[in-house]
């Protein structure tokens, strides 16, 4: 088993689901059950998932659970996006939120690539 609170994409990733809760609660209430909830389930998927990963004991396992997390910072990054385009929420905080985002997907194409050769 593999200790994930020491990799640098689950770090980040808890960055992310802190600094997109913080997001959320700068968003209009109407938004409280919908886009909201959305997105912080999709932010607690990428950390969730990097960690249930990191218990399984063959390579391929883990690196599905990865792609998974990856899945859910693209689903983030959508739904940010559209907050965005409708002016929902803090736009500062949105735009750090983005660049948090984008800095994980490319995270996640290098872990994936370890993973994979074995690095």
């Given at each position: 088993m593999?200790?994930?609170?020491?990799?640098?994409?689950?770090?980040k990733g808890l960055e992310i689901a802190v600094q997109t809760f913080r997001f959320v609660a700068t968003m209009p209430k109407?938004?409280?059950?919908?886009?909201?909830t959305q997105m912080t389930?999709?932010?607690?998927?990428?950390?969730?998932?990097?960690?249930?990963?990191?218990?399984r004991s063959s390579v391929k396992d883990y690196n599905r659970?990865?792609?998974?997390?990856?899945?859910?910072?693209?689903?983030l990054?959508?739904?940010?996006l559209i907050t965005q385009a409708?002016?929902?929420?803090?736009p500062e905080l949105c735009i750090q939120l983005l660049g948090q985002i984008r800095e994980e997907q490319k995270m996640f194409?290098?872990?994936?690539?370890?993973?994979?050769?074995?690095?």
């Open positions: 593999r200790d994930f609170k020491q990799l640098k994409i689950w770090q109407t938004e409280q059950f919908g886009l909201c389930r999709a932010a607690v998927s990428i950390t969730s998932n990097i960690a249930e990963g990191s218990s659970f990865v792609e998974i997390a990856l899945g859910s910072s693209y689903e990054e959508t739904q940010v409708t002016a929902m929420g803090n194409v290098g872990f994936q690539k370890s993973l994979m050769t074995g690095v």
